[in-house]
């Protein structure tokens, strides 16, 4: 029998709807390492040890597996549908058919409503699942406060129409957020970035706090099982930096916890992925015990390397330098805005 964590034990997050959350949760994307079978099995193994929040996405290609999960949690009386919290997201192509998309993944996960549904990327370049980082698509373009908004008034009329109950935003930077967060009627709930401690990304953090938006992290270990494609020489190990190795050694814990106990400590919310019970165990219990002392999160804190994962250069249109014209790094939208 596998370890049960206790609910009362778990840590919630207020949205900015007075909704709750829990402060951790598991994400679904198998990195392309993984079948839609080994997911979803890890997702039935998450359910029965105490996991509540699931990120799933529809180019992740295995709602429907995922779904089927769902409903024999339910079906067997696990958990009730209410005592989950379910995210998903609209795909590139879907942008101007955001409800069809919308729909079809609430069917394929048989739960009804999505609890939070994100725009997973803010322009509608579209990318062949799997696709080699040299790709490009000749129809993509830079981002279009236009072309974005048209999505997100989509989105809002889905909260009308009881189809989600929140709206997310996902890689967006500081100077899209300011375009567009003044035309909103509904707030964002939450924005789902890269965070991990060699890339903390202190600014957006800082800024989605004070605009009451929830930073979700992904990637919170450093993703050292991420694609082939998304690898670089350049890249840093989070989890090999002597600082975090030290750290982990004091609490008698592997790293990949200690960058979880930091990462729900600063204020954002981790969905860390593993289809090993181990270890999807350990990632949600080392919330409910043995933080780490304000000296280890300051100590954490100087790891900040800039080191950016998902540099995106599948998304990049003609006329673009590289993939740091994705980000915004000078401080205005490149390419367009308009």
Avoid at 307 to 320: C, M, S, T
Wanted: include cysteine.
């Amino acid at each position: 029998m596998s370890e049960i964590i206790s609910q009362d034990l778990i840590p919630v997050i207020k949205l900015n709807s007075g909704a709750m959350i829990p402060a951790i949760g598991m994400g679904t994307f198998g990195s392309d390492r993984f079948s839609a079978e080994e997911v979803s099995a890890a997702v039935s193994g998450a359910i029965v040890c105490g996991y509540r929040l699931f990120d799933c996405a529809a180019c992740y290609g295995n709602e429907d597996r995922i779904g089927q999960v769902f409903q024999d949690a339910f079906q067997k009386g696990i958990v009730k549908r209410e005592d989950l919290f379910i995210m998903t997201k609209v795909w590139n192509d879907m942008h101007r058919h955001v409800e069809e998309a919308c729909k079809k993944s609430i069917a394929d996960l048989q739960c009804g409503y999505a609890d939070m549904y994100f725009i997973h990327w803010p322009f509608p370049n579209y990318h062949a699942p799997g696709c080699t980082v040299d790709s490009r698509n000749p129809d993509s373009r830079p981002f279009s406060v236009e072309e974005f908004m048209d999505t997100y008034r989509q989105c809002e009329a889905l909260v009308k129409k009881g189809l989600i109950r929140h709206i997310g935003i996902s890689n967006m930077t500081i100077p899209k957020l300011e375009a567009v967060l003044p035309l909103m009627e509904i707030r964002p709930a939450a924005c789902e970035i890269e965070l991990h401690p060699c890339f903390q990304q202190q600014e957006i953090f800082d800024y989605l706090r004070s605009h009451d938006i929830l930073p979700i992290g992904y990637m919170p270990m450093g993703s050292p099982k991420r694609p082939e494609r998304d690898i670089c020489p350049e890249d840093i190990a989070d989890l090999q930096m002597p600082e975090m190795v030290e750290i982990a050694a004091a609490h008698g814990v592997h790293p990949a916890l200690v960058s979880l106990k930091w990462a729900h400590q600063r204020g954002q919310l981790p969905i860390p992925f593993s289809v090993h019970e181990r270890n999807y165990i350990s990632n949600l219990k080392c919330l409910t015990e043995d933080p780490l002392t304000e000296e280890e999160m300051a100590k954490i804190a100087t790891l900040e390397r800039g080191n950016r994962l998902v540099k995106g250069q599948v998304f990049l249109w003609e006329g673009a330098a590289d993939w740091h014209d994705l980000w915004d790094e000078d401080g205005v939208i490149v390419g367009g805005g308009k």
